[in-house]
C-alpha cells in the first residue's frame, strides 16, 4: 500500500491520524489473542497500545470525527478509508462468533462501543477475582522467576483499574512486597527473614533480585553436588 497523500501532494506527516504507512493492510493482526469475550481487558489494552502507536485512537473513542462529504471531500474519504483499515484490524483480532456479531457495523467507534458495553462490566468482581487470586497465589512448584511474572501479571491488571485501585506511595509498595514474600516457598524462610528486617524495606523489584540470586545459588550448590 502506498503511503496517503494530502490533496496538495505533500506527504502526511507520521502522526497524522490519516495517515497509512505502506506496510499498513487490512490482513493485519495488531494483537496476539484474539477477544473472545473472557479476556477483554488484556485485548482492550492490546489494541489500545497499537492503535495508539498508529495514531489511530481518535477513530474509536470519536476524537477524530468524519468530516463533511460535501465540504471535505478529500478529508472525508481519507477518513472512510482510514475507517475501514482500522475496522479490518479490529475484525481480525476477534474470535469468528464475534467477528459474526459485528461484521455490519460500518465505523471502528460503533465496533468498539458495542464490545465495550457488551464485556466490560462493572470493575468490583474483576477487581474481587485479581485480588483473589493475588491472596492464593504461591510459588509451589514454579521457578522464582515465574512465580513473580504471574504475580506482576496481576499487579499490572489491578493498577489499570485505577480509578477504583488506590495507590498510596510507600504503603502501596510495601503491600506488594509482603504479598511477593507471603507466596514464597518455605524453603526461602531465612532469606524472608532477612529481607523483613532490613531497614527500610527494599521495594519489591530489589526482594525479587534477591531470592532469584539465592535461588541460582542453590541451583549451583546442587549442580556441583
Known amino acids: 500500500m502506498m503511503e496517503q497523500q494530502p490533496s496538495n501532494g505533500g506527504k502526511l ?12 493492510h487490512p490482513g493485519m ?6 477477544l473472545n469475550g473472557d479476556n477483554y481487558s488484556t485485548w482492550c489494552r492490546a489494541m489500545t497500545i497499537s492503535l ?20 471535505k471531500p478529500d478529508e472525508h474519504a481519507s477518513w472512510k478509508k482510514c475507517n475501514d483499515m482500522i475496522l479490518s484490524w479490529i475484525l481480525n483480532s476477534l474470535s469468528q462468533d464475534l467477528v459474526d456479531s459485528v461484521i455490519f457495523s460500518t465505523t471502528a467507534q460503533e465496533v468498539w462501543e458495542d464490545l465495550r458495553d457488551r464485556f466490560s462490566q462493572s470493575n468490583a468482581p474483576r477487581i474481587f477475582q ?6 492464593c497465589l504461591t510459588q509451589d512448584q514454579m521457578t522464582v522467576a515465574a512465580y513473580y511474572t504471574r504475580l506482576k501479571r496481576l499487579w499490572d491488571e489491578l493498577g489499570s483499574y485505577n480509578d477504583t485501585v488506590c495507590s498510596c506511595g510507600a504503603d502501596h509498595k ?27 524495606l527494599p521495594d519489591v523489584a530489589k526482594a525479587y533480585s534477591s531470592i532469584v540470586q539465592e535461588e541460582k545459588q542453590r541451583s549451583l550448590g546442587l549442580h556441583v553436588r
Not at 507520521?14 to 499498513?24: G, I, K, Q, R, T
Not at 495508539?52 to 477513530?59: P, Q, T
Open 130 to 135: 485479581i485480588e483473589r487470586d493475588i491472596a
Open 13 to 24: 506527516d507520521a502522526v497524522n491520524p490519516y495517515f497509512l504507512h505502506h506496510s499498513d
Open 174 to 200: 510495601r503491600r506488594r512486597l509482603m504479598q511477593f514474600l507471603m507466596g514464597l516457598n518455605e524453603s526461602y524462610n531465612a532469606i524472608r527473614g532477612q529481607i523483613l528486617l532490613m531497614n527500610p
Open 52 to 71: 495508539n502507536a498508529k495514531s489511530k485512537l481518535g477513530f474509536i473513542d470519536g476524537t477524530t470525527t468524519m468530516p463533511s462529504a460535501t465540504d
Open 29 to 34: 493482526v495488531l494483537v496476539s489473542k484474539p
